[in-house]
Structure formats: C-alpha cells, structure tokens
C-alpha cells in the first residue's frame, strides 16, 4: 500500500501539486489522469522517489518500478535492445557485476515476450517508438517490481503496441501487481484500471474508476482534451 499524506511538491517556489491525500491499494490499478499541467508526472516522479516532497509524506513500502515518458533522447543512449532490457536487472547483479545467466535468460525471455526477439543486438537508436517502448517494457519485466510507476505509457503508439502492451499493464494487474499509470485516454483508463485519481495541481477526485470519470464528465466536462483550469496554475497568474 503506498500512502500520500498531505503531499506537496515545489519547483522553486511554485507549487506544482498540493496537499494530496490518500492511498493506493496493493493489487489495485489506478490511472491518474488531469489536464496539462495538472501536476501528473510531478506526483509520479515524486513517489518514486526522484523528486522531494515540499511537505508531507510518501510511504511506499514496496520496491517501485518507474517508467518515464518516452523522448527522443532516449534514443540517444549507445545501447542494444539487449543492453536495456539486462539493465532492469541492475538492483540484484550491482552495477558493475557481471551478469549471470538467469539475468540474461530472464532479458532475452521479456523481450520475446514483447516480440523483439529477432531484434536483440539492434541499437535502442533504431527502433521504432512502438519498438522502443517495448524494450522499455522489457526493462520493466526484467526489474520485477511489485509496483509500477507508468508515465502514458500508451501514448502515440501503434496499435499493435498498444494491445501488447495493454496486455501487459492487465498481466501485471493478474499477477497481483500494483499498477499506476497517468494516462490520457479516457476509454482505456474507463476499461481497465480499478480506480482513477482525478488531479488539478489538487485531488478533484479520487476513487472507483466509474464513478470518478461519470462525476468528472458531469460536473466539469472534463474529457481527456479540456481547458479545465488548474488552481494552482490559477494562483501563480499563468
Ligand atoms: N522541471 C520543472 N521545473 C519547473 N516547473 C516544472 C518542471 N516540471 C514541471 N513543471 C511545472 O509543474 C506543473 C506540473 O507539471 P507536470 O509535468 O507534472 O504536469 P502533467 O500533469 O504531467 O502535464 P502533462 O499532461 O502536460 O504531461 C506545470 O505547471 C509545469 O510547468
């Protein structure tokens, strides 16, 4: 169970989200979702340890795995498909270990999970973006965490990548895994995550996927697109 208690995350001294309250379920999928700005990837990174809180306390008890938005500079890294899905399994081999043959077993068997088996040795810098965030999947099997930190991870992709690795995000959720992702798409987060939380800088809701997404369309119009404002954005006069 990860707990968020009266959480607030600066950027200088700019409030990006604030005082958010409440608890992630152990096994239970929840989609975060908000307009731009919202402070989506802020609390992300937050949880998983990259960013400080300003106020406030983070328990995360469980070891994380964190997967950040997909850019170009990923690309840029000199390194096989290989090399990235071996590099999940960093935290059991130590840096500079050599790894054994279980690591490599476990990397080559995530990656002909994710249909890049003929594509091992291929620099990261030449795959496709649904090629890429496969390898990056991979990555995520090879480090086995009990909770996965997913920023879009579904975002501007094929739709073969998609439903693979849509796949993927439900097999987590099976295994009993505790899966968050912020997410833009209304209809999947609508089909396959147990609980949403609502954000705008604040919680605007946060709780049973139908009842949050059926309040947030009634009351805000909010539809994955909106203009909805953010107070916090509100308050810094942006
Ligand atoms: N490194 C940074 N330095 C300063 N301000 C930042 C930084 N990163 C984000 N912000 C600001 O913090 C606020 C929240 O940004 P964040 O990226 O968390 O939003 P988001 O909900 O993930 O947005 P999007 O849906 O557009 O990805 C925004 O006002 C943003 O401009």
Redesign the pocket.
Known sequence: MITLDHVSVK??Q?L??AEVCGTFTTGRSTAIV????????????AMAGLLPASSGQIHTPERVAYLP?RTELDRQFPMTVAELALSGSWRRSGAWRRLDRTEQERAAHALAHMGLAELTNRPIGTLSGGQLQRARFARLMVQDAPVLLL??PLNNLDPASRDLLLKQLTDWQIEGRTVIA?M?DLDLVSRHFDETLL?S?TVQAWGATAAVLAAARAEIGFTGHSLWV?P??EE?G?
Do not use: F, I, M
């Open positions: 950027y200088r700019r990006a989200v908000g307009p731009n700005g919202a402070g989506k990837t802020t609390l992300l990174k938005q920023d879009e912020v833009h954000l800088g953010n916090l954005a810094a942006s």
